[in-house]
């Protein structure tokens, strides 16, 4: 059973890659458009990695895992982010 | 409180366990120092790392319950779920002194801090209080007098969590507001609710929509998706609705 959560459940790990705080980062989704913070997006997580899906479309936005020593990050499901240089 | 620039990186760290405490049969209270602790802001959370002896290595995701004004420690609350991988160790097995792996603090969307104003809804199944306890702890602690509602679902009165604290933060703050629902076991005399959340619930609770509260939703996934359709049917902002599902486990 897929144990959905928020996108909270992938600030972890993104923020091990990336040097910003990335639930409030803005994602568009290249399914349908939509933009919004990472924190409000659907997140999956399984034994191979987190998933994080469209909440509009279901589109798979990001999919990240560490394993073997490397960070495994697909995007393609992202077509813009945009990130604070503020906060 | 002053914030960075650029938070950098999040990377495992070890924390020491000063202190436990018993919550409910079920929930623990953990509290850690963690070197250089940057600080955190209420409604975050940690991840916890736990490492088997054949190197097998599990990682869950825990709120964190104490409010940024406890400087230099945070604490943790933790529930027992009996087919945990995590949980039970630390519900069961951890011990002051003991070590633990830890990443955070996480997230900057979940989280309330008193300039943002209100008026301010909670709404907590079970252990989903965690984060909103700490929010409740970070607006007593700097003097809000924000109004503010929470609405807790536990399955009977000795499964609240934080029970005497909630009750002797109502008296003692202004404008907070805790409304029980029990959804298993009443007190002989309860005269409160005793059904699950439902939309009625929150029509009776819920600040007028054109008050456009700030709304924090924690706890079973299923839970947080019948209180937040819920909301948006009766009207409010999708925008101002933040949930944080701590998966299908639990029912409260």
Known sequence: MENKLDGNAAGGILQEIFPFEMTLVQASCTGCGATDAIGALAVYKHGMGTVVRCPSCDTVLIRVAHTKGRYWLDMRGVRVLQISAEA | ?????????????????????????????????????????????????????????????????????????????????????????????????????????????????????????LVAGGSGIVPLMAMIRHRAAVGSTIPTRLLYSSRSSEDVIYRDELDRLVRSTTLLEVVQTLTRVQPPGWTGYHRRIDTEMLRELAWPPDQRPLMFICGPTPFVETAAASLVALGYEPGRIKTERFGPTGEA
């Open chain 2, 1 to 121: 409180m002053e914030r960075r620039t650029v938070p950098g990186r999040l990377s495992w760290q070890l924390g020491e366990v000063l202190a436990t405490r018993a919550e409910t049969a079920r929930t623990k209270s953990i509290t850690l120092a963690v070197p250089n602790w940057i600080g955190h802001r209420a409604g975050q959370h940690m991840d916890v790392r736990l490492t088997a002896e054949d190197g097998y290595q599990t990682e869950r995701s825990y709120s964190i319950a104490s409010p940024p004004e406890q400087e230099q420690r945070l604490t943790l609350t933790v529930e027992r779920l009996d087919d945990g991988e995590v949980s039970p160790y630390l519900v069961d097995e951890l011990r002051v002194g003991d070590k633990l792996e830890l990443r955070g603090p996480i997230g900057g969307y979940f989280v309330w801090e008193a300039h943002m104003g209100g008026p301010l809804l």
